[in-house]
C-alpha cells in the first residue's frame, strides 16, 4: 500500500511536470520578478536542515553562491539536480563556492532528503515562498527550477531558468568558470 505522504509526492510531481511543460516564461507565469543582473542579489535567512538554526546569504560575502530553487525533496528531478551537485561538489570546493538549495519543503523533510541522499551542503526551508518570490522563483505553494551565481560581494552574476536537472550543475560549474577567470 502506498502512503500518504508518498501519494501527495507523486501527485505534485505530476502537477509540476504539467505545469512546467505549459509555462512558456516561467519568470513571469506566477514566479515574480527576476532581480536584476550585475546588481545585489536579494539577502535572506532561512532555516536549514544541519542543525546549525538560519543560514543567511550575507554569511557566504567574500565567496561565490549557488543558490538553486527547486520544486520538491524525494520527486525525480530534483534528487537527480541534488545528486549532479552532490557529486561536482568538489569542484564547487575547489573553486571557493557554497551551493545552497531552496524548497518550500520543511527542515525536517530537507534531513531526510540529505540523509537518503549523501547530500553535504544545506538545504534551506522556504515554507511560505517569500525568499522563492524575491528572485522570481514562485508558483502558488513550490520554488521553480531556478538558479543563480552570486559573486563574493554579493552581486547576481547568472540566472538559469528552465534547467535540466541531469546536466545542470556543468553548466553552472563552465560559466562559474567564466565569472571567476573574468573578476
Not at 557529486?87 to 525536517?108: C, E, M, T
Request: charged share 20%.
Amino acid at each position: 500500500m502506498i502512503s500518504r505522504r508518498t501519494l501527495v509526492r507523486l501527485l505534485l510531481a505530476a502537477c509540476l511536470a504539467v505545469l512546467s511543460f505549459n509555462v512558456t516564461s516561467p519568470a513571469l507565469a506566477m514566479g515574480g520578478t527576476l532581480p536584476p543582473l550585475n546588481q545585489p542579489a536579494p539577502d535572506f535567512t532561512l532555516p536549514t536542515n544541519t542543525g546549525d538554526g538560519e543560514i543567511s546569504l550575507s554569511d557566504y560575502r567574500g565567496q561565490w553562491v549557488v543558490v538553486y530553487f527547486y520544486p520538491q525533496d524525494f520527486t525525480s528531478g530534483c534528487t537527480i539536480e541534488a545528486r549532479r551537485f552532490q557529486q561536482d561538489l568538489p569542484k564547487y570546493l575547489d573553486r571557493n563556492v557554497q551551493i545552497l538549495g531552496i524548497s518550500a519543503d520543511d527542515v525536517d523533510s530537507h534531513a531526510e532528503f540529505c540523509d537518503a541522499e549523501g547530500l553535504k551542503f544545506p538545504l534551506l526551508a522556504d515554507t511560505d515562498g517569500t525568499v522563492s518570490k524575491a528572485y522570481g522563483s514562485w508558483m502558488n505553494f513550490f520554488s521553480m527550477r531556478h538558479t543563480f551565481i552570486i559573486d563574493p560581494e554579493g552581486q547576481l552574476r547568472e540566472i538559469f531558468l528552465k534547467v535540466s536537472p541531469v546536466i545542470h550543475s556543468e553548466e553552472v560549474l563552465a560559466r562559474l568558470n567564466e565569472l571567476q577567470a573574468n573578476s
